[in-house]
């Protein structure tokens, strides 16, 4: 979700202006507080849940989330989201992503205002194809540890009909926290992930999705079929199911625990997205390229 500094300065002195600018947003690369904090230090992958379209593609997300209780002294940042994103050409596709952040207390949660105990939310989108390459609202807004948060993206009819990212907070009266409207690509991979950035982040309490959905432009029968979760023992995850030949699919419940990825024996290193559990890179684009990959999609000036 951030840029390096190489790359930073890079987009810096190409005089960045936004391919899409919404009103009321100044356009130019927005790397702000904690977010600027995330340039150095590699990801370190959590949870991860793969969804894969194969043939078809898919048009809309919704599921409900709740993050669970923040670790109370986090050092560095965490970033959890389900993203939607195309496997091949990534870097000509679009990263749709609503994002639950949580960054140490020398970085603060000043993106959102956010108190002990509350997560910040927003949605992001990484457009590799425009120059303005990570784009969202520069401030999140808090959320509380136990709120349920449902998550909407919806790919507007046509060929490049726009994404909108709808964010609403069921528990206190469907307050809509967010209705942003960015991207517009293809994408075939939903993915729910866990990303550690920078000092020694952990999760501490259990991160919980509900209701998963995603619809497909064509129906396609395989898509349960092409269904990852690692690592597995911190995972337990309800199997994909389709009730309409595969138009639509469904997981009733992701259960996220606990991990510390720095613990000795808690649970084993977890590797790049894609790169373990599918025996290749995402796309099947080489490992290297995958960290590149990877660190593109979860940094890039997000
Ligand atoms: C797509 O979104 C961009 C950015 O918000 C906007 O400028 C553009 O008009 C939208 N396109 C359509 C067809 O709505
Ligand atoms: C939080 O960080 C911002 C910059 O990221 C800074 O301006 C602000 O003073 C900090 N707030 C506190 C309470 O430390
Ligand atoms: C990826 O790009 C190549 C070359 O442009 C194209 O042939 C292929 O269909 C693309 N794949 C997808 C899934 O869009
Ligand atoms: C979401 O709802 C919870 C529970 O009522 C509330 O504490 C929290 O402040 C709400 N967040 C926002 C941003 O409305
Ligand atoms: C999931 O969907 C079922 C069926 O519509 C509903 O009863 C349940 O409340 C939903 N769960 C959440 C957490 O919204
Ligand atoms: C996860 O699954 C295991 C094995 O089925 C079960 O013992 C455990 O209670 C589950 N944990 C949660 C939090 O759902």
């Not at 600027?36 to 959590?46: D, F, M, S, V």
């Not at 965490?78 to 990263?95: A, D």
């Not at 432009?217 to 990852?228: D, H, I, L, R, Y």
């Not at 000795?264 to 080489?286: D, M, Q, T, V, Y």
């Amino acid at each position: 979700m951030i840029t390096t500094l190489i790359f930073a300065a890079a987009l810096a002195a190409r005089c960045i202006s936004a391919s899409f600018v919404p009103v009321g947003e100044r356009p130019g690369p927005k790397i702000i507080g904690p977010i600027e904090k995330r340039q150095l230090p590699q990801a370190t992958w959590g949870h991860t849940l793969y969804l894969d379209a194969k043939k078809s593609e898919y048009t809309s997300l919704s599921v409900v989330y709740s993050p669970g209780k923040p670790p109370p002294n986090p050092k560095g940042s965490l970033f959890l989201w389900p993203g939607m994103f195309q496997r091949e050409n990534y870097t000509k596709s679009n990263l749709i992503q609503t994002v639950t952040e949580l960054h140490s207390p020398l970085e603060n949660q000043s993106v959102c205002g956010a108190k002990a105990g509350q997560w910040c939310i927003r949605p992001f989108v990484v457009d590799y194809s425009a120059r303005q390459i990570s784009q969202f609202p520069a401030r999140g807004k808090a959320i509380d540890a136990d709120d349920k948060i449902l998550i909407e993206y919806n790919k507007k009819p046509g060929e490049n009909g726009n994404w909108t990212q709808k964010i609403t907070n069921l528990s206190k009266g469907n307050t809509v926290l967010f209705e942003w409207e960015r991207g517009y690509k293809r994408v075939n991979r939903l993915h729910l992930a866990t990303e550690y950035q920078g000092g020694a982040p952990k999760t501490t309490d259990t991160q919980r999705y509900w209701n998963v959905t995603v619809t497909l432009k064509e129906p396609e029968p395989a898509v349960g079929s092409q269904f990852t979760t690692y690592p597995k023992n911190i995972i337990n995850s309800s199997k994909p199911y389709s009730k309409d030949n595969g138009k639509s699919w469904h997981i009733d419940e992701v259960v996220f625990l606990p991990h510390d990825p720095s613990a000795a024996g808690a649970s084993p290193a977890a590797p790049r997205p894609g790169a373990a559990p599918l025996g290749k890179g995402i796309g099947g684009i080489a490992k290297k390229d995958d960290v590149n990959m990877q660190a593109r999609i979860a940094h890039v000036g997000q």
